[in-house]
């Protein structure tokens, strides 16, 4: 017992000595020695996160570098404020140990502040703010990445864009030989489509085909509830109609555990926001709380949908449509930026799309706002009668990664368990779709005679590009 206390006692100590006066002290000293690392720590640097003796230094220099847009002499340092400061020679400090350094610095001063600051919000009934800058606290970082030295290795540069270990495949191969590869991580890709159509049951099917490449998603819905998604992801698992899946539960979690131990998918998180005042900061949070409470770090997202959500900033009008997806889809695509991730969002079509055969841009709600964000803008075409029949198009609105505007897919729909898979493409080069729903019309097409075989394999083979495909 008295180990474990003096223990405790030591790992308190070290704690709370972590960033005393004589570490900030160096830590202003490093960052006047390197304005580069300097402009980099900038944003996230504050005067309140240093202790008292410190704070006239550092209020001199963050409002001379405001003014002058330069760091300024250590001299006028200690004319101006009275604290002797120090500078590096060249060399002496590696960059990455020191923005590591006040990374964690201005991360853990933050956290402290909100914690001591706490009894007074609780007294004043402001115990809500204490959640938000605790969640402030964790999101603070640094942007190390300093960009592409263009003349230092083309090469290695350009070797990099032809590599397809860059692009995250779509799980349907039609798809991923359209956009080179698959999608690309900080991307934002929309799925458009009218009321009804299958929005929500494409993106739930990217979901699937994503966890079942190994990966951790994130399915965020504004929309349907985590009990009716889950139910659709059981029966897209299952291969089984949903009255099935509720009808014989143990049966259902035996297959669902037969897929999970032979194919040792990632993980798959649902998760349910409110229709009205979500916002990017909402999902910024919850992604930092599922990273501490998980320990794992998403790779996808996918939400339904865009135009749900509200702006970051409270007084941009929410009535204005074109403004507000404006902001939204801008702040999606920084997100994924920001956390690394890749994935896609849903959105509405307008009502002059309903009787359309090929849509384009104005058929988009919101407009061009949102398209001129976006990498990727698909149109999803699915009928009643498409679906009886097994067959969901695509169609290519925008891309940045290929030449396939205009250009619209098939792929094959199994009306009884709703799973999207790739589709057969036949002698005449039309997409007939492989759906177990569908087995009727599969059974109407005639197999290819085996002179048309080695006609579709020569053809093939006279393509010279991945966009012929």
């Known amino acids: 017992m008295i180990y474990n206390e003096n223990k405790k006692k030591r790992e308190t100590r070290t704690y709370n000595e972590q960033y005393n006066e004589e570490v900030q002290r160096v830590i202003l000293n490093m960052l006047l020695s390197y304005p580069e690392a300097f402009a980099l720590c900038r944003t996230i640097i504050k005067e309140d996160y240093f202790d008292d003796r ?60 909100a914690v001591l600051d706490g009894v007074e919000l ?6 809500g703010e204490i959640v938000e800058r605790a969640k402030a606290a964790l999101t603070i970082s640094l942007m190390s990445d300093l960009g592409t030295d263009y003349f230092k290795d083309p090469e290695e540069r350009l070797r990099r864009m032809i590599d397809k270990s860059a692009y995250i495949s779509t799980g349907w191969n039609i798809l991923d030989q359209k956009l080179f590869g698959g999608f690309t991580r900080g991307g934002l890709n929309i799925l458009c489509a009218n009321s009804g159509v299958g929005k ?11 966890s079942m490449l190994g990966y951790v998603v994130l399915y965020i819905s ?14 897209m698992i299952t291969g089984r109609g949903t009255s099935e899946v509720l009808r014989n539960i143990d049966e259902t979690v035996m297959l669902i555990r037969n897929k999970e131990r032979k194919e040792k998918p990632g993980r798959l998180y649902v998760k349910k926001f409110p229709e009205g ?79 359309v055969t090929e849509y384009d841009h104005s058929h988009i709600a919101g407009g061009i706002s949102k398209i001129n964000t976006a990498d990727n803008v698909f149109g999803i075409f699915s009928t009643l009668a498409m679906k009886e ?14 030449s396939a505007v205009g250009q619209t897919i098939e792929l094959a729909y199994d009306p009884v368990c709703m799973r999207i898979t790739d589709s057969l ?27 048309e075989n080695t006609s579709i394999i020569s053809r093939l083979k006279q393509r010279s590009s991945i966009s012929d495909l």
């Open 425 to 451: 493409p036949s002698s005449d080069n039309i997409n007939k779709p492989i759906a177990r729903g569908a087995l009727k019309n599969i059974e109407q097409v005639s197999k290819p005679k085996e002179s």
């Open 122 to 127: 609780l007294q004043t009934g402001r115990a």
């Open 222 to 235: 504004l929309e349907l509830s985590e009990e009716l998604i889950s139910v659709r992801l059981d029966a």
């Open 54 to 113: 410190l704070r006239p230094a550092v209020r001199f220099v963050m409002d001379y570098v405001e003014e002058y847009k330069v760091l300024p002499a250590i001299e006028q340092v200690k004319a101006k404020s009275g604290i002797i400061v120090e500078k590096f020679s060249e060399g002496q400090v590696h960059t990455d140990y020191l923005l590591k350094e006040v990374e964690g610095f201005c991360q853990y001063k933050a956290m402290e502040l």
């Open 277 to 355: 005042g979500t916002t990017v900061n909402t999902l910024r949070a919850y992604i930092k709380e599922f990273q501490i409470k998980t320990g794992l770090k998403p790779d996808a997202l996918v939400i339904d949908y865009l135009d749900l959500m509200y702006p970051n900033n409270s007084k941009i009008d929410p009535s204005d449509q074109f403004i507000k997806d404006k902001y939204v889809s801008e702040e999606i695509r920084a997100l994924m930026g920001e956390t690394n991730t890749f994935g896609a969002v849903a959105s509405q079509f307008n009502r002059s799309s309903v009787s």
């Open 200 to 210: 929500s049951l494409f993106l739930q099917n990217l979901a699937i085909n994503w």
């Open 389 to 402: 029949q097994g067959i969901f198009k695509l169609q290519f609105l925008k891309t940045r990664s290929s």
